[in-house]
Protein backbone atom coordinates (compact mmCIF):
# COMPACT_ATOMS: atom_id res chain seq x y z
CA UNK A 1 0.00 0.00 0.00
CA UNK A 2 1.55 2.90 -1.02
CA UNK A 3 1.33 5.46 2.35
CA UNK A 4 2.82 5.29 5.64
CA UNK A 5 4.96 2.31 6.36
CA UNK A 6 3.36 0.20 9.10
CA UNK A 7 5.17 -1.92 11.92
CA UNK A 8 4.48 -4.01 14.16
CA UNK A 9 5.26 -3.36 17.74
CA UNK A 10 3.69 -6.08 19.94
CA UNK A 11 2.12 -9.39 20.09
CA UNK A 12 0.06 -11.52 22.48
CA UNK A 13 -1.22 -14.95 21.92
CA UNK A 14 -3.77 -17.12 24.07
CA UNK A 15 -3.69 -20.60 22.22
CA UNK A 16 -4.40 -24.22 22.97
CA UNK A 17 -0.46 -24.12 24.52
CA UNK A 18 -1.07 -21.64 26.87
CA UNK A 19 -1.02 -18.57 27.57
CA UNK A 20 2.17 -16.44 26.11
CA UNK A 21 3.64 -15.88 22.16
CA UNK A 22 6.60 -17.62 23.84
CA UNK A 23 4.74 -20.64 25.32
CA UNK A 24 3.15 -21.15 21.89
CA UNK A 25 6.59 -20.65 19.94
CA UNK A 26 7.99 -23.46 22.22
CA UNK A 27 5.28 -25.61 21.45
CA UNK A 28 5.51 -24.96 17.66
CA UNK A 29 9.36 -25.49 17.05
CA UNK A 30 9.69 -28.20 20.07
CA UNK A 31 6.98 -30.22 17.73
CA UNK A 32 4.52 -30.53 20.27
CA UNK A 33 0.89 -31.12 19.39
CA UNK A 34 -1.43 -29.03 21.42
CA UNK A 35 -5.06 -30.69 20.55
CA UNK A 36 -6.32 -32.95 23.25
CA UNK A 37 -9.17 -35.54 23.46
CA UNK A 38 -12.42 -33.86 24.45
CA UNK A 39 -14.87 -35.34 27.34
CA UNK A 40 -17.82 -37.65 25.69
CA UNK A 41 -20.07 -35.27 24.79
CA UNK A 42 -23.31 -37.29 23.97
CA UNK A 43 -24.70 -35.16 20.85
CA UNK A 44 -26.20 -37.41 19.21
CA UNK A 45 -24.80 -37.59 15.29
CA UNK A 46 -21.82 -35.68 16.13
CA UNK A 47 -18.64 -37.76 16.10
CA UNK A 48 -15.95 -34.75 16.52
CA UNK A 49 -13.14 -36.09 19.55
CA UNK A 50 -10.52 -33.98 19.05
CA UNK A 51 -10.19 -29.93 19.62
CA UNK A 52 -7.30 -26.98 21.14
CA UNK A 53 -8.90 -25.56 24.14
CA UNK A 54 -6.87 -22.90 26.09
CA UNK A 55 -6.39 -23.45 29.60
CA UNK A 56 -9.07 -22.04 32.05
CA UNK A 57 -7.47 -18.68 32.97
CA UNK A 58 -8.77 -16.89 35.91
CA UNK A 59 -11.15 -14.35 34.57
CA UNK A 60 -11.47 -11.60 37.44
CA UNK A 61 -8.16 -10.72 36.35
CA UNK A 62 -9.92 -8.36 34.34
CA UNK A 63 -12.09 -6.17 36.25
CA UNK A 64 -15.82 -6.93 36.61
CA UNK A 65 -17.22 -3.39 34.82
CA UNK A 66 -15.45 -4.72 31.69
CA UNK A 67 -16.02 -8.40 32.49
CA UNK A 68 -19.75 -8.51 32.66
CA UNK A 69 -20.01 -7.50 29.13
CA UNK A 70 -17.60 -10.58 28.17
CA UNK A 71 -18.11 -14.09 26.80
CA UNK A 72 -15.10 -16.55 27.07
CA UNK A 73 -13.77 -15.01 23.42
CA UNK A 74 -13.71 -11.63 24.93
CA UNK A 75 -11.72 -12.42 27.66
CA UNK A 76 -9.74 -14.69 25.83
CA UNK A 77 -8.54 -11.42 23.59
CA UNK A 78 -8.04 -9.28 26.74
CA UNK A 79 -5.74 -11.52 27.94
CA UNK A 80 -4.11 -11.43 24.41
CA UNK A 81 -4.20 -7.50 23.76
CA UNK A 82 -2.84 -7.16 27.49
CA UNK A 83 0.59 -9.17 26.78
CA UNK A 84 0.62 -7.37 23.17
CA UNK A 85 0.23 -4.10 24.75
CA UNK A 86 2.68 -4.79 27.27
CA UNK A 87 5.20 -5.86 24.44
CA UNK A 88 5.01 -2.75 22.86
CA UNK A 89 5.66 -0.72 25.94
CA UNK A 90 2.43 0.71 26.58
CA UNK A 91 0.91 0.39 30.04
CA UNK A 92 -2.18 -1.99 29.08
CA UNK A 93 -3.84 -0.26 32.69
CA UNK A 94 -3.61 3.13 31.61
CA UNK A 95 -6.78 4.25 28.77
CA UNK A 96 -5.38 4.47 25.08
CA UNK A 97 -7.57 6.81 23.53
CA UNK A 98 -5.30 7.16 20.66
CA UNK A 99 -5.47 3.36 19.64
CA UNK A 100 -8.18 1.93 17.50
CA UNK A 101 -9.14 -1.57 17.80
CA UNK A 102 -9.73 -3.95 14.72
CA UNK A 103 -10.49 -7.81 15.77
CA UNK A 104 -13.09 -10.03 14.85
CA UNK A 105 -14.76 -13.47 15.76
CA UNK A 106 -16.51 -15.80 13.95
CA UNK A 107 -20.02 -15.12 15.24
CA UNK A 108 -20.96 -13.79 18.97
CA UNK A 109 -20.41 -16.27 21.53
CA UNK A 110 -22.24 -19.56 20.96
CA UNK A 111 -22.34 -20.51 24.58
CA UNK A 112 -24.19 -17.44 25.64
CA UNK A 113 -26.64 -18.09 22.64
CA UNK A 114 -26.86 -21.68 23.91
CA UNK A 115 -27.77 -20.28 27.54
CA UNK A 116 -30.46 -17.88 26.44
CA UNK A 117 -32.15 -19.75 23.97
CA UNK A 118 -32.41 -22.86 26.33
CA UNK A 119 -33.98 -20.93 28.91
CA UNK A 120 -36.39 -19.16 26.26
CA UNK A 121 -37.29 -21.97 24.64
CA UNK A 122 -38.39 -23.83 28.05
CA UNK A 123 -39.83 -21.00 29.58
CA UNK A 124 -41.10 -19.32 26.74
CA UNK A 125 -40.47 -16.21 28.48
CA UNK A 126 -37.61 -13.46 28.04
CA UNK A 127 -38.14 -12.51 32.45
CA UNK A 128 -34.76 -13.72 33.24
CA UNK A 129 -32.79 -12.61 30.56
CA UNK A 130 -29.86 -10.14 31.70
CA UNK A 131 -29.13 -6.67 29.98
CA UNK A 132 -25.50 -7.94 29.23
CA UNK A 133 -26.24 -10.70 26.87
CA UNK A 134 -26.47 -8.84 23.76
CA UNK A 135 -23.18 -7.79 24.37
CA UNK A 136 -21.46 -10.95 24.28
CA UNK A 137 -23.35 -12.17 21.13
CA UNK A 138 -23.55 -9.05 18.96
CA UNK A 139 -21.44 -9.47 16.16
CA UNK A 140 -18.47 -6.90 17.34
CA UNK A 141 -18.29 -8.12 20.36
CA UNK A 142 -14.31 -9.07 20.65
CA UNK A 143 -13.68 -5.63 19.21
CA UNK A 144 -15.85 -3.99 21.53
CA UNK A 145 -15.21 -5.15 24.81
CA UNK A 146 -11.55 -4.45 24.03
CA UNK A 147 -11.97 -1.13 23.31
CA UNK A 148 -14.13 -0.97 26.25
CA UNK A 149 -11.79 -2.92 28.65
CA UNK A 150 -8.36 -0.88 27.36
CA UNK A 151 -9.93 2.70 26.45
CA UNK A 152 -9.60 2.50 23.04
CA UNK A 153 -11.44 5.84 21.43
CA UNK A 154 -10.41 5.65 17.93
CA UNK A 155 -12.58 3.56 15.37
CA UNK A 156 -13.66 0.12 16.23
CA UNK A 157 -13.71 -2.49 13.78
CA UNK A 158 -15.04 -5.88 13.55
CA UNK A 159 -14.56 -7.55 10.35
CA UNK A 160 -16.83 -10.92 10.21
CA UNK A 161 -15.19 -12.87 8.08
CA UNK A 162 -15.70 -16.37 9.90
CA UNK A 163 -12.19 -17.72 9.78
CA UNK A 164 -10.33 -15.03 7.88
CA UNK A 165 -11.37 -12.56 10.64
CA UNK A 166 -8.19 -12.41 12.36
CA UNK A 167 -6.00 -11.64 9.45
CA UNK A 168 -8.41 -9.67 7.60
CA UNK A 169 -8.59 -7.18 10.83
CA UNK A 170 -4.87 -7.02 10.53
CA UNK A 171 -5.07 -5.97 6.83
CA UNK A 172 -8.08 -3.74 8.14
CA UNK A 173 -5.58 -2.23 11.12
CA UNK A 174 -2.71 -2.05 8.52
CA UNK A 175 -4.42 -0.08 5.80
CA UNK A 176 -5.96 2.22 8.51
CA UNK A 177 -2.09 3.38 9.66
CA UNK A 178 -0.68 3.60 5.88
CA UNK A 179 -3.77 5.43 4.97
CA UNK A 180 -2.71 7.95 8.12
CA UNK A 181 -6.29 7.54 9.20
CA UNK A 182 -5.17 6.26 12.75
CA UNK A 183 -1.91 6.13 14.41
CA UNK A 184 -2.49 3.13 16.18
CA UNK A 185 -4.03 -0.32 16.03
CA UNK A 186 -4.72 -3.29 17.97
CA UNK A 187 -5.25 -6.06 15.87
CA UNK A 188 -5.92 -9.60 15.96
CA UNK A 189 -9.32 -12.67 16.41
CA UNK A 190 -10.59 -14.50 18.90
CA UNK A 191 -12.87 -17.57 19.37
CA UNK A 192 -14.32 -19.59 21.97
CA UNK A 193 -14.52 -23.50 21.51
CA UNK A 194 -18.02 -24.55 20.62
CA UNK A 195 -19.46 -28.00 19.61
CA UNK A 196 -21.88 -25.82 17.70
CA UNK A 197 -19.05 -24.97 15.61
CA UNK A 198 -17.17 -28.35 15.41
CA UNK A 199 -20.86 -29.69 14.16
CA UNK A 200 -21.23 -26.79 11.28
CA UNK A 201 -17.50 -28.41 10.00
CA UNK A 202 -18.92 -31.84 10.44
CA UNK A 203 -21.90 -31.34 8.56
CA UNK A 204 -20.14 -29.88 5.35
CA UNK A 205 -18.16 -32.71 5.62
CA UNK A 206 -14.98 -30.66 6.52
CA UNK A 207 -14.23 -31.88 10.53
CA UNK A 208 -11.24 -34.67 10.79
CA UNK A 209 -13.20 -37.28 13.11
CA UNK A 210 -9.78 -38.82 14.12
CA UNK A 211 -10.35 -39.65 17.74
CA UNK A 212 -6.14 -39.17 18.45
CA UNK A 213 -5.50 -35.96 18.82
CA UNK A 214 -1.77 -36.31 17.09
CA UNK A 215 -3.12 -37.88 13.89
CA UNK A 216 -6.42 -35.40 13.93
CA UNK A 217 -4.84 -32.44 11.92
CA UNK A 218 -2.72 -33.06 9.10
CA UNK A 219 -2.98 -30.54 6.50
CA UNK A 220 -1.35 -31.67 3.04
CA UNK A 221 -1.35 -35.15 4.17
CA UNK A 222 -3.03 -37.71 1.67
CA UNK A 223 -4.27 -39.30 5.36
CA UNK A 224 -5.60 -35.85 6.17
CA UNK A 225 -9.59 -36.03 7.33
CA UNK A 226 -10.62 -32.53 7.89
CA UNK A 227 -9.98 -29.69 10.20
CA UNK A 228 -9.99 -29.95 14.17
CA UNK A 229 -11.27 -26.77 15.93
CA UNK A 230 -9.73 -24.92 18.66
CA UNK A 231 -9.88 -21.56 20.17
CA UNK A 232 -8.05 -18.94 21.65
CA UNK A 233 -6.55 -15.32 20.84
CA UNK A 234 -4.07 -13.65 18.82
CA UNK A 235 -3.07 -9.72 19.33
CA UNK A 236 -1.08 -7.29 17.48
CA UNK A 237 -0.11 -3.87 17.91
CA UNK A 238 0.74 -1.90 14.62
CA UNK A 239 1.91 1.87 14.79
CA UNK A 240 3.36 3.76 11.82
CA UNK A 241 7.16 3.91 11.29
CA UNK A 242 7.47 7.34 12.81
CA UNK A 243 5.18 7.01 16.23
CA UNK A 244 7.36 3.56 16.69
CA UNK A 245 10.66 5.18 16.51
CA UNK A 246 9.58 7.99 17.86
CA UNK A 247 8.75 6.33 21.18
CA UNK A 248 11.53 3.92 21.00
CA UNK A 249 9.71 0.93 20.82
CA UNK A 250 11.09 -2.37 19.68
CA UNK A 251 10.22 -3.20 16.02
CA UNK A 252 9.19 -6.43 15.66
CA UNK A 253 8.60 -6.58 11.71
CA UNK A 254 7.11 -4.69 9.22
CA UNK A 255 3.36 -5.50 7.24
CA UNK A 256 4.21 -4.88 3.47
CA UNK A 257 1.72 -5.77 1.94
CA UNK A 258 -1.88 -7.02 2.21
CA UNK A 259 -4.69 -7.76 -0.15
CA UNK A 260 -8.26 -9.07 0.31
CA UNK A 261 -10.91 -10.38 -1.91
CA UNK A 262 -13.77 -12.52 -2.53
CA UNK A 263 -14.57 -16.15 -4.33
CA UNK A 264 -18.57 -15.25 -5.71
CA UNK A 265 -18.55 -18.83 -7.46
CA UNK A 266 -19.11 -21.08 -3.96
CA UNK A 267 -20.20 -20.34 -0.56
CA UNK A 268 -18.05 -23.41 0.44
CA UNK A 269 -15.21 -24.44 -2.13
CA UNK A 270 -12.34 -22.08 -2.48
CA UNK A 271 -10.72 -20.88 -6.02
CA UNK A 272 -7.20 -21.76 -6.38
CA UNK A 273 -7.44 -18.93 -9.36
CA UNK A 274 -8.65 -16.61 -6.32
CA UNK A 275 -6.51 -17.11 -4.02
CA UNK A 276 -3.57 -16.95 -6.63
CA UNK A 277 -4.84 -13.54 -7.44
CA UNK A 278 -4.94 -12.74 -3.73
CA UNK A 279 -1.23 -13.71 -3.22
CA UNK A 280 0.04 -11.91 -6.30
CA UNK A 281 -2.25 -8.71 -5.21
CA UNK A 282 -0.56 -8.62 -1.78
CA UNK A 283 2.70 -8.69 -3.19
CA UNK A 284 1.95 -5.71 -5.57
CA UNK A 285 0.96 -4.01 -2.83
CA UNK A 286 4.68 -4.95 -1.51
CA UNK A 287 6.09 -4.06 -4.14
CA UNK A 288 7.67 -7.52 -4.17
CA UNK A 289 8.25 -10.13 -6.32
CA UNK A 290 7.47 -13.99 -5.62
CA UNK A 291 11.35 -14.60 -5.81
CA UNK A 292 11.33 -12.35 -2.74
CA UNK A 293 9.10 -14.66 -0.41
CA UNK A 294 11.52 -17.18 1.39
CA UNK A 295 8.25 -18.70 3.18
CA UNK A 296 4.09 -19.39 3.14
CA UNK A 297 2.56 -19.58 6.18
CA UNK A 298 -0.49 -21.67 4.33
CA UNK A 299 -3.81 -21.52 6.24
CA UNK A 300 -4.28 -25.33 5.03
CA UNK A 301 -6.77 -26.83 7.65
CA UNK A 302 -6.66 -30.32 6.72
CA UNK A 303 -9.59 -30.24 4.23
CA UNK A 304 -10.19 -32.11 1.23
CA UNK A 305 -10.31 -28.93 -1.55
CA UNK A 306 -9.05 -25.90 0.80
CA UNK A 307 -6.09 -27.54 0.92
CA UNK A 308 -5.73 -28.54 -2.66
CA UNK A 309 -7.46 -25.04 -4.14
CA UNK A 310 -4.33 -23.26 -1.84
CA UNK A 311 -1.77 -25.63 -2.79
CA UNK A 312 -2.18 -25.51 -5.93
CA UNK A 313 -2.32 -21.50 -6.09
CA UNK A 314 0.64 -21.58 -4.02
CA UNK A 315 2.52 -23.82 -6.82
CA UNK A 316 1.22 -21.56 -9.57
CA UNK A 317 2.90 -18.21 -8.01
CA UNK A 318 5.94 -19.97 -6.63
CA UNK A 319 6.65 -22.92 -7.81
CA UNK A 320 8.08 -25.14 -5.85
CA UNK A 321 11.16 -22.70 -4.67
CA UNK A 322 9.36 -21.60 -1.30
CA UNK A 323 8.72 -23.94 1.59
CA UNK A 324 5.62 -24.01 3.09
CA UNK A 325 4.29 -25.04 6.18
CA UNK A 326 0.80 -24.56 8.09
CA UNK A 327 0.52 -24.75 11.88
CA UNK A 328 -2.95 -26.45 12.15
CA UNK A 329 -1.11 -29.62 12.64
CA UNK A 330 0.45 -28.53 16.03
CA UNK A 331 -2.62 -26.53 17.09
CA UNK A 332 -5.75 -27.17 15.11
CA UNK A 333 -7.98 -24.07 13.42
CA UNK A 334 -8.55 -21.39 16.24
CA UNK A 335 -10.83 -19.98 13.66
CA UNK A 336 -10.93 -16.14 13.65
CA UNK A 337 -7.68 -16.23 16.04
CA UNK A 338 -5.66 -18.73 13.81
CA UNK A 339 -4.79 -15.61 11.16
CA UNK A 340 -3.90 -13.65 14.24
CA UNK A 341 -1.97 -16.47 15.99
CA UNK A 342 -0.22 -17.96 12.84
CA UNK A 343 0.95 -14.29 12.02
CA UNK A 344 2.18 -13.49 15.25
CA UNK A 345 4.22 -17.15 15.01
CA UNK A 346 5.50 -15.97 10.97
CA UNK A 347 6.80 -13.09 13.08
CA UNK A 348 8.62 -15.31 15.48
CA UNK A 349 10.15 -17.13 12.67
CA UNK A 350 11.13 -14.13 10.51
CA UNK A 351 12.81 -12.79 13.91
CA UNK A 352 14.88 -16.01 14.59
CA UNK A 353 15.21 -17.46 11.01
CA UNK A 354 14.41 -20.58 12.13
CA UNK A 355 10.89 -22.13 10.12
CA UNK A 356 8.56 -24.54 11.33
CA UNK A 357 7.03 -27.55 9.03
CA UNK A 358 3.72 -28.83 9.29
CA UNK A 359 2.80 -31.51 12.22
CA UNK A 360 1.51 -34.68 10.81
CA UNK A 361 2.55 -33.83 7.40
CA UNK A 362 4.16 -37.12 5.74
CA UNK A 363 3.23 -38.08 2.34
CA UNK A 364 1.95 -35.15 0.69
CA UNK A 365 -0.92 -34.99 -0.97
CA UNK A 366 0.52 -34.96 -4.93
CA UNK A 367 -2.90 -33.15 -5.43
CA UNK A 368 -1.98 -29.77 -3.47
CA UNK A 369 0.81 -29.20 -6.14
CA UNK A 370 4.53 -29.53 -5.97
CA UNK A 371 4.85 -27.60 -3.47
CA UNK A 372 8.11 -27.51 -0.85
CA UNK A 373 7.19 -29.04 2.45
CA UNK A 374 10.02 -29.26 4.81
CA UNK A 375 9.77 -32.14 7.24
CA UNK A 376 12.10 -30.30 9.96
CA UNK A 377 12.71 -26.86 10.84
CA UNK A 378 14.54 -24.79 8.37
CA UNK A 379 16.25 -21.71 8.19
CA UNK A 380 15.80 -18.90 5.91
CA UNK A 381 17.36 -15.47 5.93
CA UNK A 382 16.84 -12.44 4.06
CA UNK A 383 13.44 -12.63 2.65
CA UNK A 384 9.93 -11.93 3.71
CA UNK A 385 6.86 -14.11 4.22
CA UNK A 386 3.31 -14.10 3.22
CA UNK A 387 0.57 -15.51 5.32
CA UNK A 388 -2.61 -16.58 3.73
CA UNK A 389 -6.55 -16.96 5.43
CA UNK A 390 -9.60 -18.14 4.03
CA UNK A 391 -13.16 -18.79 4.94
CA UNK A 392 -15.99 -20.26 4.29
CA UNK A 393 -18.04 -17.68 2.31
CA UNK A 394 -15.21 -16.77 -0.03
CA UNK A 395 -13.20 -15.07 2.02
CA UNK A 396 -8.92 -15.12 1.01
CA UNK A 397 -6.70 -12.63 2.98
CA UNK A 398 -3.04 -12.43 1.92
CA UNK A 399 -0.32 -10.66 4.17
CA UNK A 400 3.17 -9.80 3.69
CA UNK A 401 5.43 -9.54 6.60
CA UNK A 402 9.34 -8.80 6.72
CA UNK A 403 11.75 -7.44 8.72
CA UNK A 404 12.25 -3.17 9.65
CA UNK A 405 14.89 -2.09 7.09
CA UNK A 406 14.71 1.62 8.14
CA UNK B 1 -39.70 -13.44 55.99
CA UNK B 2 -37.51 -11.38 59.06
CA UNK B 3 -36.04 -8.39 58.30
CA UNK B 4 -32.43 -9.98 59.09
CA UNK B 5 -32.91 -13.01 56.69
CA UNK B 6 -33.91 -10.23 53.97
CA UNK B 7 -30.95 -8.74 54.46
CA UNK B 8 -28.58 -11.49 54.17
CA UNK B 9 -29.93 -12.95 51.15
CA UNK B 10 -29.81 -9.22 49.30
CA UNK B 11 -25.86 -9.27 50.82
CA UNK B 12 -25.15 -12.13 49.52
CA UNK B 13 -26.57 -11.96 46.30
CA UNK B 14 -25.52 -8.45 45.35
CA UNK B 15 -21.62 -9.50 46.47
CA UNK B 16 -21.77 -11.88 44.88
CA UNK B 17 -22.84 -11.07 41.21
CA UNK B 18 -21.42 -7.25 41.49
CA UNK B 19 -18.75 -8.53 43.32
CA UNK B 20 -19.31 -6.31 46.32
CA UNK B 21 -17.21 -5.61 49.54
CA UNK B 22 -19.54 -6.64 52.28
CA UNK B 23 -18.74 -3.94 54.68
CA UNK B 24 -19.74 -1.38 51.93
CA UNK B 25 -23.47 -3.09 51.95
CA UNK B 26 -24.86 -0.86 54.65
CA UNK B 27 -28.48 0.82 54.65
CA UNK B 28 -27.66 4.16 53.59
CA UNK B 29 -25.34 3.09 50.53
CA UNK B 30 -26.70 4.49 47.44
CA UNK B 31 -27.12 2.22 44.69
CA UNK B 32 -25.39 4.01 41.87
CA UNK B 33 -23.42 6.41 43.74
CA UNK B 34 -21.64 4.44 46.55
CA UNK B 35 -22.45 0.47 45.28
CA UNK B 36 -21.04 2.07 41.85
CA UNK B 37 -23.69 0.21 39.69
CA UNK B 38 -24.70 1.87 36.90
CA UNK B 39 -27.93 1.36 34.44
CA UNK B 40 -26.75 -1.78 33.03
CA UNK B 41 -26.08 -3.20 36.25
CA UNK B 42 -29.76 -2.22 37.34
CA UNK B 43 -31.56 -4.07 34.38
CA UNK B 44 -29.76 -7.66 36.23
CA UNK B 45 -30.20 -6.28 39.59
CA UNK B 46 -33.52 -7.47 38.77
CA UNK B 47 -33.04 -10.93 37.94
CA UNK B 48 -30.85 -11.38 40.74
CA UNK B 49 -33.24 -10.07 43.04
CA UNK B 50 -35.92 -12.90 41.52
CA UNK B 51 -33.27 -15.92 41.47
CA UNK B 52 -32.33 -14.83 45.45
CA UNK B 53 -35.98 -14.85 46.58
CA UNK B 54 -37.25 -17.61 43.88
CA UNK B 55 -40.17 -15.31 42.94
CA UNK B 56 -40.83 -13.25 40.18
CA UNK B 57 -42.56 -9.65 40.55
CA UNK B 58 -46.12 -8.94 39.64
CA UNK B 59 -44.59 -5.56 38.75
CA UNK B 60 -41.00 -5.33 38.22
CA UNK B 61 -41.08 -0.60 37.27
CA UNK B 62 -41.41 -0.72 41.12
CA UNK B 63 -37.56 -1.40 41.53
CA UNK B 64 -36.85 1.65 39.56
CA UNK B 65 -37.80 4.13 42.37
CA UNK B 66 -35.06 2.65 44.43
CA UNK B 67 -31.99 4.71 45.69
CA UNK B 68 -30.38 2.87 48.57
CA UNK B 69 -30.09 -0.39 49.51
CA UNK B 70 -32.17 0.44 52.93
CA UNK B 71 -35.03 1.32 49.97
CA UNK B 72 -34.70 -2.46 48.41
CA UNK B 73 -34.81 -4.34 51.87
CA UNK B 74 -38.03 -2.33 52.68
CA UNK B 75 -39.08 -3.04 49.04
CA UNK B 76 -38.46 -6.80 49.32
CA UNK B 77 -40.39 -6.22 52.68
CA UNK B 78 -43.42 -5.05 51.33
CA UNK B 79 -43.24 -7.86 49.09
CA UNK B 80 -43.47 -10.57 51.36
CA UNK B 81 -46.39 -8.15 53.30
CA UNK B 82 -48.38 -7.85 50.31
CA UNK B 83 -47.43 -10.96 48.88
CA UNK B 84 -46.77 -8.82 45.43
CA UNK B 85 -44.88 -12.17 44.11
CA UNK B 86 -45.20 -15.17 42.08
CA UNK B 87 -43.46 -18.15 43.35
CA UNK B 88 -41.20 -19.02 40.73
Avoid at chain 1, 7 to 13: D, E, F, L, N, W
Avoid at chain 1, 67 to 92: I, K, N, W, Y
Avoid at chain 1, 284 to 305: C, F, K, S
Avoid at chain 2, 47 to 64: P, Q, W
Amino acid sequence: MRGRRVVITGMGALSPYGEGASVMMRGLRDGVCALRSLQEHGIDGLHCGVAGIVPRLDAKRVPRESRRTMSPMSLHACFAVREALFQAGLDPDAPLPGAGVAMGSTIGSPEVLQEFFSAYLRDKSVDGMRGTVFFKVMSHTVAANVALAFGCARRVLAPAAACASGLMAVGLGYEAVASGREDLMICGGADEFHLLTAATFERLGAASLEQEPRLASRPFDTARQGLVCSEGAGALVLESLERAGARGAEILAEIKGFAMLSTPANIAHPSAEAIETCMREALDDALLRPQDIGYVNAHATATEWGDIAEGRAVAGLFGDAVPVSSLKGHMGHAMAASGALELISCIEMLRTSVYIPTYGLETPDARCGALRHPQASFAVTGKAILKNSFALGGSNCSLVLDHCCQ
Amino acid sequence: MQEKEIKDIVDAALADEFELDRASLVDDAHIREDLGLDSLDIVDLVIVIENAFNFKLEDRSKLAGIQTLGDLYRFIRDIYEHKSFVEK
